[in-house]
């Protein structure tokens, strides 16, 4: 019944029409609280994280970054699909942010964002596609045989000095080292740099107090090679970039950054992919097969982790070249997005069955999406690097098992990279391989 156009009032006499109101006031729309990404929350557990995130405030959400300076965080895999394929809109120029003005000499994020990036990662346009292909064409060139060669040998070195002992943490005795050793092979370091690289690049990465140390001790490093390698080529990445750099007109300089990043890329994320893919395996049922012999789950497992577990939680960035909205928010010119990879791989949208496992699907963001994403030789070699490093652990140590309950792991405290501390194991004491 239209209670305003009744021909009775219910009281035995005719009803007058409602009379019209007029438009009210209009409730103003509260501006949502910025979360610290810095802050504790993210350094809990990421799958409860992000579903209080998305209850909260949707597929982005308002954060501040170290000293309050505030960014967007983009949760959404759609929404995150839309800002990694549009660098019309949403630029890889840091140049664009607004922020600038704010952000002091020792901001501790400057190794990873950058005024202007002079690396790979910072260039847009023509002149970043021809610069991305010279850095594919370097990797691309890496047997994959021989590259797992390299990498079985290393993994079988570290192992050697654990194997005897019946216990080993296999986070900081062995996967914050492996990567970093087969890389600085493969750029052409002397393996006694390893060690001094594996802690800075972790300072760099994890973006705190030590960070702007950590970059000029990579960058002295990895001039001194790239000089080396000008002065006296060789067979290895770092030679091919630089011959190819001399037909596509970038500079030494251009060269010693990208290959700064190719490193700083390459290690830590790959740790910690060994590392996080092992730690599921100890703690998972749907994986002790691999324990014992089987090798069908390790590749899955590994996926599984690039899903659920991925190594790189949040990236920086993109920069909006106007304004614009995005699921609802309204974006100023210059704006700071973090590229939420997680967030966007557990959006229950796409992730309808989010405890099933992910088998072959690798449409995840773990590697981003783009122009900009991860180029395939890289992400080539860093999964042979993983995969071989996690198949020597089965190898080399029988029964191997967790030395402490699963609850006790603990993570890096990163809002950027999640990794363990630690990953504490014990096993029936092996021999060394014999020299």
């Not at 982005?60 to 394929?85: C, K």
């Not at 069955?353 to 773990?366: E, I, Q, V």
């Amino acid at each position: 019944m239209d209670f305003a156009t009744s021909e009775n009032d219910g009281l035995g006499g005719t009803a007058e029409p409602w009379p019209e109101l007029g438009p009210g006031p209009v409730a103003p729309v509260p501006t949502p609280i910025p979360v610290s990404l810095p802050g504790p929350l993210f350094r809990s557990e990421p799958a409860p994280l992000y579903r209080q995130l998305r209850r909260e405030y949707g597929e982005v959400v308002p954060v501040l970054l170290d000293g309050g300076i505030p960014a967007w965080l983009v949760l959404g895999y759609r929404e995150l699909h839309q800002v990694t394929s549009d660098p019309a809109l949403f630029s890889r120029d840091s140049a664009l942010w607004n922020q600038w003005p704010n952000i002091p000499a020792d901001w501790p994020l400057l190794p990873v964002i950058g005024r202007k990036h002079p690396s790979v990662i910072g260039t847009v346009g023509e002149r970043h596609r021809k610069r991305a292909a010279m850095v594919s064409a370097a990797l691309e060139a890496v047997d994959p045989l021989e590259l797992r060669g390299h990498a079985e040998r290393f993994a079988d070195e570290l192992i050697d000095a654990v194997c005897g002992a019946g216990e080993a943490d296999l986070v900081t005795q062995y996967a914050a080292l492996l990567p970093v050793r087969v890389l600085a092979y493969l750029f052409g370091f002397p393996e006694e740099q390893g060690p001094g690289l594996v802690t800075a690049l972790n300072d760099i990465l994890d973006g705190q107090d030590r960070a702007m140390a950590a970059e000029a001790y990579v960058s002295t490093a990895m001039g001194r090679l790239v000089e080396e390698r000008r002065r006296h080529p060789a067979d290895d990445v770092v030679s091919r970039l630089l011959s190819n750099s001399n037909s596509h007109g970038f500079t030494v300089e251009e060269v010693t950054h990208d290959v700064t990043v190719m490193l700083a890329a390459g290690h830590q994320p790959t740790a910690d992919w060994i590392g996080n893919s092992l730690r599921l395996m100890l703690t998972d049922d749907r994986f002790a097969a691999s324990l014992f012999g089987g090798r069908s789950s390790v590749a899955e497992a590994m996926n599984e982790v690039l899903w659920e577990d991925a190594p790189i939680q949040n990236a920086a960035g993109r920069w909006t070249t106007r304004d614009t909205r995005l699921a609802g928010h309204a974006l100023r010119a210059g704006d700071l997005i973090v590229l939420g990879l997680q967030g966007a791989n557990s959006d229950p949208r796409v992730r309808t069955h989010g405890s099933a496992l992910t088998g072959g699907n690798n449409a995840h963001f773990s590697f981003s999406h783009g122009e900009h994403r991860c180029p395939f030789p890289a992400q080539e070699l860093a999964e042979v690097i993983a995969r071989t490093g996690i198949e020597v652990v089965l190898d080399r140590l029988p029964d191997i098992d967790l030395a402490v309950p699963p609850e006790s792991l603990t993570r890096r405290t990163s809002p950027w990279l999640r990794g363990l501390v630690g990953l504490p194991v014990h096993f029936t004491p092996t021999p060394a391989r014999a020299p």
